[in-house]
């Protein structure tokens, strides 16, 4: 069954800072990969979404994330961290040809001043 | 333009009591689902419904119920609430077939608590 892992649950940077958020599919075909935010007390956002048009992939708020086939990897990244990206960040895959998005458990990232 | 709209946002309810929760959409969406959000877990799949008068199970289906009788709208019925399904409820929905690769469009989420 395909799953989707991400590695760290809590992510803490200083403003300014490279953020730096990872995940890892599995799967042997390449599904459709997507990143969400979830700030406090809301619904989930879509930060980006990889259609397999370029492997890397531009998404709002400054953030971007490379598709790796090698790696079955989709890192989450951004160059300056600022204080509202403070939030819970999702990776998720939908398998080629699915109909269900599967989630990460999470990684809730911490920006200092 | 109020895409998905979920109702309650907030629920007490006692253990062995049922309730149904509402989700709307105005997208024209084909697909929709319900995950629920738990600490630690991420989000988990409890049923979807790819069309009108379709409903699958998800990872997570165990003591709730959906239908689908309406293109717009998708409800989540607990016939009789544990404790265990305190949880976030959010609803999402996207267009079908032909956009694997369209992202989710998500309610605000239905916050309830079984004691």
């Known amino acids: ?113 | 333009n109020a895409g998905v709209t979920q109702t309650p946002k907030f629920r007490v309810l006692k253990t062995g009591q049922s309730m149904t929760l509402l989700c709307a959409q105005d997208m024209n969406h084909e697909y929709m689902y319900w995950y629920r959000q738990d600490p630690g877990m991420g989000l988990r799949l409890i049923h979807y419904s790819v069309g009108e008068g379709t409903t699958a199970k998800g990872e997570v289906p165990d003591g709730y119920n959906v239908s689908r009788l309406k293109k717009q709208n998708f409800l989540l019925g607990l016939e009789s609430a544990a404790p265990s399904q305190t949880s976030v409820y959010f609803c999402a929905s996207r267009p079908g077939t032909l956009y694997y690769n369209s992202p989710l469009h998500f309610g605000n989420g239905t916050r309830l608590t079984v004691t």
């Not at chain 1, 971007?64 to 990206?85: R, V």
């Open chain 1, 1 to 113: 069954a395909q799953s989707v892992t991400q590695l760290g649950s809590h992510v803490s940077v200083s403003e300014g800072a490279l953020v730096l958020l990872r995940c890892n599919y599995s799967s042997s075909v390449p599904p459709y990969l997507f990143w969400y935010v979830q700030y406090p007390n809301q619904g989930l956002q879509l930060l980006l979404k990889y259609t397999s048009a370029a492997t890397l992939v531009k998404g709002i708020n400054g953030f971007e994330a490379e598709f790796k086939k090698s790696e079955t990897s989709f890192h989450l990244t951004k160059p300056s961290a600022h204080m509202s990206d403070a939030a819970e960040y999702f990776c998720a895959v939908t398998p080629a040809g699915g109909t269900a998005l599967i989630f990460g458990k999470g990684t809730t990232l911490s920006v200092s001043s």
